[in-house]
C-alpha cells in the first residue's frame, strides 16, 4: 500500500505532467506547486520520470537521463542543491541574528553555536531535547575523563596518518556527519517545514552474503553544508569523523565531497572510543596537538574526553530548511582563527567543561542528601524496633 507521502508526490507530478506536458524544458528554477514550492532539483527529477513514464505508457521513447549535477553514487541522485542560491545573506543574517536574540532571552533550550556561555545563562534541563538530556545524563553519571585518563588514551592507536603537505600546519577542524552535516531517514520525512524530497536516496548493500539485504535510506543535507565544507577547506585540516559506518557515511561524503578536495580525512565507527555503549570522538588520539584541534558535533556525549575541544551545534532532522546553523558556526570557526589555543577559547566563550563539572557537583549532592535520608530513616526504624525513646527528626 503507498504511503500518503507517495500518494501526494505522485499527485502533484501528475497535476505537473498534465500542465506542462510537452514542454519539460520550460521548467523554471522553482515552480509553485499548489502552494507547496519544490526544491528545483526536485522539481527536475519528478518531471524528468514522469515524462519518461508517460512516454513509456504512451509508446514513446524513453528520453535520454538528464545530465546530472554532481556525480552520484548509486544512480538515484537528485541532483545538486547548491544553499547558494537559496536565500540571500541579508535575510540569514537577520534569522540569524533573531534566533541569537531569543536566546539571549530566557533559559537556554538547547546547545547551539550562537548560545551564550553556559555558566551565564539558566540551562533548564527539562526543557534540553530528549537525545542532549540523555547525553548529559550520561556524562554526569559516568565521567569519561576518568574511565580513559590521558595514559590510557596515549597508549591507544594514532587516528589519523601525519598532515598533507597540502595542509602542512593547518589547523585541525573535526566535523561530526549526522545531524550536524546530514540527516538520513528510512522513510521520507514527514515533518513539518521538511523539505519534500530527499536530496538522494541512498540504497546501501549490507555486504554480507549470509545475509544479503539492502537498505535503503533519505539523505537530507543541512542548508549551507556544502558552503561550509568549502570554507573549512580553504582554512583548516578537514576531518569527518563519524560514529556511523563506513559503508553509510562514504556514500554521504562522496556526495558531498565528490572532488575529495574538501575533506581530508575520515574516520568512522571504528575509530570511536566505546564505553558503556557510548562512542565517544577522542580527540586526544588523533595525533594533532589538542590546543589546535575543535570538534563541531551535535551530540554533547561524542566531545566528552575533551569537553573544552567540543564545539556544540543544533541538531537538525530535515525539517527545517530555512536552518542557518552552519553560518555562525562558520563565523566562530573564522574568529578561531585568531586565537592561540582553541580549547581555552572554547572554555572562555562556552564553558562546557565547567558546565559538566556544576552537573555533576550537584548530582552528587543529591546523592549523598538521598543517602543520608535514607540511613536517618533506617535509624529511627531501628530505634523504634528496639524500643528506644531517641527520635531523629529530619
Ligand atoms: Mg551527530
Known amino acids: 500500500m503507498r504511503s500518503a507521502y507517495d500518494q501526494g508526490v505522485e499527485e502533484k507530478r501528475s497535476k505537473f505532467l498534465h500542465r506542462h506536458m510537452g514542454q519539460p524544458a520550460a521548467v523554471r528554477d522553482s515552480i509553485e506547486l499548489d502552494r507547496v514550492k519544490l526544491p528545483r532539483e526536485c522539481v527536475r527529477l519528478k518531471v524528468a520520470e514522469a515524462v519518461a513514464k508517460w512516454q513509456q505508457l504512451d509508446g514513446g521513447q524513453k528520453p535520454e537521463p538528464r545530465p546530472l549535477a554532481g556525480g552520484t553514487p548509486n544512480g538515484t541522485y537528485h541532483g545538486e542543491r547548491d544553499e547558494d542560491d537559496l536565500e540571500d545573506q541579508e535575510t540569514l543574517a537577520s534569522q540569524q541574528s533573531q534566533q541569537s536574540q531569543q536566546q539571549r532571552t530566557g533559559p537556554i533550550r538547547d546547545f547551539s553555536v550562537a548560545m551564550p556561555r553556559l555558566s551565564s545563562q539558566e540551562v533548564d534541563l527539562r526543557l534540553l531535547p530528549q537525545q542532549v538530556k540523555a547525553a548529559l545524563d550520561f556524562l554526569v553519571a559516568m565521567n569519561p575523563v576518568q574511565v580513559v585518563p590521558d595514559a590510557m588514551s596515549d597508549s591507544m592507536p594514532v587516528l589519523l596518518p601525519p598532515q598533507q603537505e597540502a595542509h602542512r600546519g593547518r589547523r585541525t577542524l573535526v566535523l561530526d556527519l549526522d545531524e550536524t552535516l546530514v540527516h538520513c531517514h528510512g522513510q521520507p520525512t514527514e515533518l513539518?517545514?521538511?523539505?519534500?524530497?530527499?536530496?538522494?536516496?541512498?540504497?546501501?548493500?549490507?555486504?554480507?552474503?549470509?545475509?544479503?539485504?539492502?537498505?535503503?535510506?533519505?539523505?537530507?543535507?543541512?542548508?549551507?553544508?556544502?558552503?561550509?565544507?568549502?570554507?573549512?577547506?580553504?582554512?583548516?585540516?578537514?576531518?569527518?569523523?563519524?560514529?556511523?559506518?563506513?559503508?553509510?557515511?562514504?556514500?554521504?561524503?562522496?556526495y558531498l565531497d565528490p572532488g575529495r578536495d574538501l575533506v581530508a580525512h575520515r574516520l568512522y565507527r571504528e575509530g570511536c572510543t566505546e564505553i558503556a555503549g557510548g562512542h565517544f570522538k577522542d580527540l586526544r588520539r588523533l595525533g594533532r596537538p589538542l590546543k589546535d584541534v575543535v570538534l563541531v558535533d551535535n551530540s554533547p556525549l561524542a566531545p566528552g574526553l575533551a569537553p573544552d575541544n567540543g564545539l556544540l551545534v543544533t541538531s537538525w532532522y530535515g525539517d527545517d530548511q530555512k536552518d542557518v546553523e552552519l553560518l555562525p558556526l562558520m563565523f566562530t570557526c573564522f574568529r578561531m582563527l585568531r586565537e592561540k589555543s582553541w580549547p581555552e577559547y572554547l572554555a572562555q566563550r562556552y564553558g562546557f567543561r565547567d558546565f559538566l563539572e556544576e552537573l555533576r557537583a550537584n548530582a552528587a549532592?543529591?546523592?549523598?542528601?538521598?543517602?543520608?535520608?535514607?540511613?536517618?530513616?533506617?535509624?529511627?526504624?531501628?530505634?523504634?524496633?528496639?524500643?528506644?525513646?531517641?527520635?531523629?527528626?529530619r
Open 192 to 254: 513539518k517545514g521538511a523539505s519534500p524530497c530527499p536530496d538522494i536516496f541512498l540504497e546501501l548493500d549490507s555486504g554480507n552474503p549470509l545475509m544479503p539485504m539492502v537498505l535503503r535510506a533519505n539523505l537530507y543535507v543541512r542548508p549551507f553544508s556544502r558552503r561550509f565544507l568549502r570554507f573549512a577547506a580553504k582554512h583548516f585540516e578537514v576531518v569527518v569523523f563519524t560514529a556511523s559506518a563506513s559503508i553509510y557515511a562514504d556514500r554521504v561524503l562522496d
Open 365 to 393: 549532592a543529591r546523592a549523598t542528601r538521598v543517602a543520608t535520608q535514607a540511613s536517618m530513616v533506617r535509624m529511627q526504624m531501628i530505634w523504634s524496633s528496639t524500643g528506644a525513646v531517641t527520635q531523629v527528626r
